[in-house]
């Protein structure tokens, strides 16, 4: 299949679950008066539920999504490891850690950006962390096990600071930041996250090139003209405003940005680069695509969407370990 | 306060029973399990019934509430740690005269009241650990409406001895709500309890007969949901309420359950009433302040829906 | 004249890995780097293609490398590392591909001019039949070619090849080194490591010996690769010969006692 008609169809497929994440919900609003809310106004309650509830909801799952199988792809080809993805090698952890250490402490409140700020510290943190252990002389050992650290790490720092909170509620919300969810999120988290997740995908897109050069290894890439230190800033500022600003308003979604890049791998001509953008796209329909599953599998009481994730990531990171495992070890 | 309570654990009843040479063992749990049930093999159980209590301990929010309006100097020993959150806990401020208590076995032993009284849905094991070791426990169910808090308060007042104070203050609230209720005027706006996390307060809730005395329908009630639930934000918009009673954040350490007070979906409902409506723990237990709760929504009510005009939507 | 490195020094991590190297690289020339293992071949090779800091100076007509840009350097010379590294299943036309890389401008296709140059450096690695074959699932030896056809579809007028016959049948050396002579005499420089002392002795117009660091011997093969110079430098006994095709350098032992 060629790269355009690929991405084509990946863009149909997201447009359509884009529509029915729109379509689905508690309230049973004819499809096409919700659109007509949701385009031209209409009756007080479809449009309010079109425009504040459902919107946000879907477009941070596109996002967000669409971030996380980016991420995924900027990774694995960047490390040249099939293993890599945000949450298996703790980036989403710390972006949530950041998150929480900022939204707890009252000081998401003083500043609009502070939340995504402390997200993005987190998650840029996280990223050196790994490169300075794992890129360079990285087996995909080091890299899982690094990974394993980090995630623990900022999960029970996490916990902790969610303890220490004298809000009875917060140690309950340790779901939403280990788990994540787009649910009753509003145009407000859109307005903080979006923006900034856009600057982080044009430096991803912008890496690509580099990354394909990475398939033959840093040196090779070096003498094909790559900037070293360059690339290394984009992917940490890439995947930091991606992953950071994603997490901040949705918390730590798994396993998108391993799975999608192995499924949409086969259907390109293999190059890092070339994997980008239907990565992005499969993300933004994995995770529409488990969003509408939450709302439907028990509907009432609605699962967090990274449950659904995990559900299928998990397996498939399991069989790719197997898969590997002459390399791994 | 805290002094008081300091040295109450360590008052004669506490020493007088010293658990040396038994504590090597390593689980403290154990070790004061096992120093309970030796002590309550040499004591006599405490005398039940008759006379009322010298000293009385509360274990839960609820009841602290009542034994606070209804005890004697001196009688009760402590109240619940979270008969000082003022989110919870309408007495909060009298409650900074009590020492505080979490509510576990091993504070209860050795404190040694004569008569402990709680809640039925917390701390099950307490209680029946309690009881095996033969103190008094009188468990207060808190499944209830306005029709039972008279009931509760004169059950409270047999308790502690004050069975005068409690019929006074119990047959005063009836009738305070038969008063209300009769001011009841044409047809009822409807109204929703929405909590934190968007839960609804449902039928059989205490909240649910506070909305009906002050003359709203329940919304969340009247779409089928019971008890604490989580109510899809969407059908709140949907069925577009007159009054929505949001809760205050607890405290003031942000927590992302108070986000969907706040979510601009609420805002945006232009013909309905938002807002933290009910005075902060008015509702929370069932205790004479709930006609505080009452007469709050019956503020709003009128303003939502005068009497004399129907309510608007 | 071409590449001339001056006195380059190499420090990693507080150890003098390369010691005061200097040669000099003309154009049409094929240069063998010899020396035994630890020698700092590699580094030096390193160094000289711009990815390792160090001392001294490598230019090209007179143009210092490492002050160039990496795309600039990557423009004039083309490093062909030790380690083969193709990291997903790419087709050996993508990865020989990647050689024209400094040449196209961000997000622009190959030119007819790029697959002409792919196919010429295909050819020339004799990995033609193989372009769509997934590079991973070919033998090590093929992957070397397709790994030097990269290279030097890279075009540049410097070609620096870390051991780039190890892993390949007798066959496939000979073809190889032919090629790289070949390139020679399109005007280019190349500077090759190698482990086989006939292989060197026999293509390269000139080899230069490394020990410890530094340069121990530079010069034609016949003049450098003698008796005393394979026992100081490799500890090695050889027997030489000569047939017309140049010398024969066949070890046979071990130079010096070991002390007990």
Same mark, same amino acid.
């Given at each position: 299949?060629?790269?355009?008609?690929?991405?084509?169809?990946?863009?149909?497929?997201?447009?359509?679950?884009?529509?029915?994440?729109?379509?689905?919900?508690?309230?049973?609003?004819?499809?096409?008066?919700?659109?007509?809310?949701?385009?031209?106004?209409?009756?007080?309650?479809?449009?309010?539920?079109?425009?504040?509830?459902?919107?946000?909801?879907?477009?941070?799952?596109?996002?967000?999504?669409?971030?996380?199988?980016?991420?995924?792809?900027?990774?694995?080809?960047?490390?040249?490891?099939?293993?890599?993805?945000?949450?298996?090698?703790?980036?989403?952890?710390?972006?949530?850690?950041?998150?929480?250490?900022?939204?707890?402490?009252?000081?998401?409140?003083?500043?609009?950006?502070?939340?995504?700020?402390?997200?993005?510290?987190?998650?840029?943190?996280?990223?050196?962390?790994?490169?300075?252990?794992?890129?360079?002389?990285?087996?995909?050992?080091?890299?899982?096990?690094?990974?394993?650290?980090?995630?623990?790490?900022?999960?029970?720092?996490?916990?902790?600071?969610?303890?220490?909170?004298?809000?009875?509620?917060?140690?309950?919300?340790?779901?939403?930041?280990?788990?994540?969810?787009?649910?009753?999120?509003?145009?407000?988290?859109?307005?903080?996250?979006?923006?900034?997740?856009?600057?982080?995908?044009?430096?991803?897109?912008?890496?690509?090139?580099?990354?394909?050069?990475?398939?033959?290894?840093?040196?090779?890439?070096?003498?094909?003209?790559?900037?070293?230190?360059?690339?290394?800033?984009?992917?940490?500022? $890439?995947?930091?405003?991606? !992953? *950071?600003?994603? &997490? =901040?308003?949705? @918390? +730590?979604?798994? %396993?998108?940005? #391993?799975? /999608?890049?192995?499924?949409?791998?086969?259907?390109?001509?293999?190059?890092?680069?070339?994997?980008?953008?239907?990565?992005?796209?499969?993300?933004?329909?994995?995770?529409?695509?488990?969003?509408?599953?939450?709302?439907?599998?028990?509907? $009432?009481?609605?699962?967090? !969407? *990274?449950?659904? &994730? =995990?559900?299928? @990531? +998990?397996?498939? %990171?399991?069989? #790719?370990? /197997?898969?590997?495992?002459?390399?791994?070890? | 306060?805290?002094?008081?309570?300091?040295?109450?654990?360590?008052?004669?009843?506490?020493?007088?029973?010293?658990?040396?040479?038994?504590?090597?063992?390593?689980?403290?749990?154990?070790?004061?399990?096992?120093?309970?049930?030796?002590?309550?093999?040499?004591?006599?159980?405490?005398?039940?019934?008759?006379?009322?209590?010298?000293?009385?301990?509360?274990?839960?929010?609820?009841?602290?509430?009542?034994?606070?309006?209804?005890?004697?100097?001196?009688?009760?020993?402590?109240?619940?740690?979270?008969?000082?959150?003022?989110?919870?806990?309408?007495?909060?401020?009298?409650?900074?005269?009590?020492?505080?208590?979490?509510?576990?076995?091993?504070?209860?032993?050795?404190?040694?009241?004569?008569?402990?009284?709680?809640?039925?849905?917390?701390?099950?094991?307490?209680?029946?650990?309690?009881?095996?070791?033969?103190?008094?426990?009188?468990?207060?169910?808190?499944?209830?409406?306005l029709?039972?808090?008279p009931?509760?308060?004169?059950?409270?007042?047999?308790?502690?001895?004050?069975?005068?104070?409690?019929?006074?203050?119990a047959s005063r609230f009836e009738t305070e709500l038969k008063n209300v209720e009769a001011s009841l005027c044409?047809?009822?706006?409807?109204?929703?309890?929405?909590?934190?996390?968007?839960?609804?307060?449902?039928?059989?809730?205490?909240?649910?007969?506070v909305?009906?005395a002050a003359g709203?329908?329940?919304?969340?009630?009247?779409?089928?949901?019971?008890?604490?639930?989580?109510?899809?934000?969407?059908?709140?918009?949907?069925?577009?309420?007159?009054?929505?009673?949001?809760?205050?954040?607890?405290?003031?350490?942000?927590?992302?359950?108070?986000?969907?007070?706040?979510?601009?979906?609420?805002?945006?409902?232009?013909?309905?009433?938002?807002?933290?409506?009910?005075?902060?723990?008015?509702?929370?237990?069932?205790?004479p302040?709930v006609l505080d709760a009452v007469r709050?929504l019956r503020a709003?009510?009128e303003?939502?829906?005068?009497c004399?005009?129907?309510?608007?939507? | 004249?071409?590449?001339?490195?001056?006195?380059?020094?190499?420090?990693?991590?507080?150890?003098?890995?390369?010691?005061?190297?200097?040669?000099?690289?003309?154009?049409?020339?094929?240069?063998?780097?010899?020396?035994?293992?630890?020698?700092?071949?590699?580094?030096?090779?390193?160094?000289?293609?711009?990815?390792?800091?160090?001392?001294?100076?490598?230019?090209?007509?007179?143009?210092?490398?490492?002050?160039?840009?990496?795309?600039?350097?990557?423009?004039?010379?083309?490093?062909?590392?030790?380690?083969?590294?193709?990291?997903?299943?790419?087709?050996?036309?993508?990865?020989?591909?990647?050689?024209?890389?400094?040449?196209?401008?961000?997000?622009?296709?190959?030119?007819?001019?790029?697959?002409?140059?792919?196919?010429?450096?295909?050819?020339?690695?004799?990995?033609?039949?193989?372009?769509?074959?997934?590079?991973?699932?070919?033998?090590?030896?093929?992957?070397?070619?397709?790994?030097?056809?990269?290279?030097?579809?890279?075009?540049?007028?410097?070609?620096?090849?870390?051991?780039?016959?190890?892993?390949?049948?007798?066959?496939?050396?000979?073809?190889?080194?032919?090629?790289?002579?070949?390139?020679?005499?399109?005007?280019?420089?190349?500077?090759?490591?190698?482990?086989?002392?006939?292989?060197?002795?026999?293509?390269?117009?000139?080899?230069?010996?490394?020990?410890?660091?530094?340069?121990?011997?530079?010069?034609?093969?016949?003049?450098?690769?003698?008796?005393?110079?394979?026992?100081?430098?490799?500890?090695?006994?050889?027997?030489?010969?000569?047939?017309?095709?140049?010398?024969?350098?066949?070890?046979?032992?071990?130079?010096?006692?070991?002390?007990?």
């Amino acid at each position: 299949m060629s790269q355009s008609r690929l991405n084509l169809l990946l863009c149909l497929l997201v447009l359509a679950l884009f529509l029915a994440s729109m379509l689905i919900g508690p309230a049973r609003l004819g499809p096409l008066d919700s659109l007509r809310a949701l385009v031209a106004g209409g009756d007080e309650a479809t449009m309010i539920i079109m425009r504040e509830i459902r919107l946000p909801r879907a477009i941070l799952a596109l996002a967000v999504g669409f971030g996380l199988g980016l991420c995924g792809a900027v990774l694995q080809g960047f490390l040249r490891n099939p293993l890599a993805e945000p949450g298996i090698i703790g980036v989403s952890a710390a972006a949530s850690f950041g998150a929480v250490l900022v939204f707890y402490s009252g000081l998401a409140g003083a500043a609009f950006y502070a939340l995504p700020a402390g997200a993005l510290a987190g998650a840029a943190l996280s990223v050196v962390i790994l490169l300075a252990i794992a890129a360079r002389h990285g087996s995909t050992l080091t890299l899982i096990l690094s990974g394993v650290a980090l995630t623990s790490l900022a999960g029970a720092l996490t916990s902790l600071v969610l303890n220490l909170s004298p809000n009875p509620f917060a140690s309950y919300e340790i779901i939403f930041w280990l788990l994540g969810s787009v649910k009753d999120r509003s145009m407000n988290d859109v307005w903080i996250a979006l923006p900034l997740m856009l600057a982080g995908w044009a430096l991803l897109v912008f890496s690509g090139r580099a990354l394909d050069a990475f398939s033959l290894g840093e040196e090779a890439a070096a003498g094909l003209g790559v900037d070293m230190r360059r690339t290394r800033l984009l992917v940490i500022a $890439g995947v930091a405003l991606s !992953v *950071g600003a994603g &997490t =901040a308003v949705t @918390g +730590a979604i798994g %396993f998108v940005g #391993l799975v /999608v890049p192995h499924l949409v791998r086969p259907l390109t001509d293999r190059m890092p680069g070339s994997l980008l953008l239907p990565s992005g796209l499969g993300g933004a329909a994995l995770l529409l695509a488990a969003d509408i599953a939450v709302r439907i599998i028990v509907p $009432g009481k609605e699962l967090n !969407v *990274g449950v659904v &994730t =995990a559900l299928i @990531g +998990a397996p498939f %990171f399991l069989w #790719l370990i /197997v898969r590997s495992r002459r390399e791994i070890f | 306060m805290a002094g008081g309570g300091r040295a109450h654990l360590f008052s004669p009843a506490g020493r007088r029973w010293p658990r040396s040479g038994r504590t090597r063992e390593r689980h403290p749990a154990f070790r004061n399990r096992f120093a309970a049930l030796a002590t309550l093999a040499l004591l006599a159980l405490p005398a039940h019934a008759g006379e009322a209590p010298a000293r009385v301990m509360s274990l839960n929010v609820c009841t602290d509430q009542l034994a606070m309006l209804l005890a004697k100097p001196g009688q009760l020993v402590s109240v619940s740690e979270l008969a000082g959150d003022p989110s919870l806990s309408f007495l909060h401020e009298k409650a900074a005269a009590y020492p505080r208590n979490a509510g576990t076995a091993e504070e209860v032993f050795l404190a040694r009241p004569d008569a402990v009284v709680t809640g039925t849905f917390s701390l099950h094991n307490t209680t029946a650990l309690l009881r095996r070791l033969g103190f008094r426990v009188e468990e207060f169910s808190f499944e209830q409406t306005l029709d039972t808090i008279p009931r509760e308060i004169r059950r409270m007042g047999g308790i502690l001895g004050a069975g005068d104070r409690a019929e006074e203050i119990a047959s005063r609230f009836e009738t305070e709500l038969k008063n209300v209720e009769a001011s009841l005027c044409g047809p009822s706006p409807t109204a929703i309890a929405y909590d934190q996390n968007g839960i609804a307060l449902g039928s059989g809730t205490l909240a649910d007969s506070v909305m009906r005395a002050a003359g709203l329908r329940n919304l969340a009630a009247e779409l089928g949901y019971a008890g604490m639930a989580p109510f899809p934000l969407e059908l709140l918009v949907v069925h577009r309420p007159d009054i929505v009673i949001l809760r205050e954040p607890l405290t003031e350490a942000p927590a992302l359950a108070d986000q969907i007070t706040r979510h601009p979906a609420l805002r945006a409902l232009k013909t309905s009433h938002v807002g933290a409506y009910v005075p902060p723990g008015s509702w929370a237990c069932g205790a004479p302040a709930v006609l505080d709760a009452v007469r709050a929504l019956r503020a709003v009510r009128e303003e939502a829906a005068p009497c004399g005009k129907a309510p608007s939507g | 004249m071409s590449l001339v490195a001056e006195r380059v020094s190499v420090e990693l991590a507080g150890r003098r890995i390369v010691e005061d190297a200097s040669f000099s690289l003309a154009r049409g020339e094929v240069v063998g780097l010899l020396g035994p293992n630890g020698a700092g071949k590699s580094t030096l090779m390193r160094a000289i293609a711009g990815h390792l800091p160090h001392s001294g100076s490598a230019s090209l007509d007179g143009a210092d490398l490492a002050t160039l840009s990496a795309l600039e350097r990557a423009r004039l010379v083309a490093h062909l590392p030790q380690a083969r590294v193709i990291a997903w299943p790419l087709s050996v036309r993508n990865v020989v591909g990647l050689g024209r890389m400094p040449w196209r401008s961000f997000a622009r296709g190959f030119s007819e001019n790029d697959r002409a140059i792919c196919a010429e450096a295909m050819e020339l690695m004799d990995v033609g039949d193989l372009a769509d074959r997934p590079a991973t699932e070919l033998s090590g030896g093929e992957q070397a070619r397709v790994l030097i056809a990269r290279a030097v579809a890279q075009d540049t007028p410097v070609l620096i090849a870390d051991e780039p016959a190890s892993g390949l049948d007798p066959a496939h050396q000979m073809t190889m080194m032919a090629a790289l002579r070949r390139l020679a005499t399109k005007d280019r420089a190349i500077l090759v490591s190698l482990h086989d002392l006939t292989l060197a002795a026999r293509w390269c117009d000139r080899v230069v010996l490394m020990r410890d660091g530094r340069i121990a011997a530079d010069g034609p093969p016949a003049a450098i690769l003698t008796p005393e110079c394979l026992q100081s430098v490799f500890g090695i006994v050889a027997h030489i010969d000569h047939d017309r095709g140049g010398m024969i350098l066949a070890p046979t032992g071990l130079t010096g006692d070991t002390p007990p």
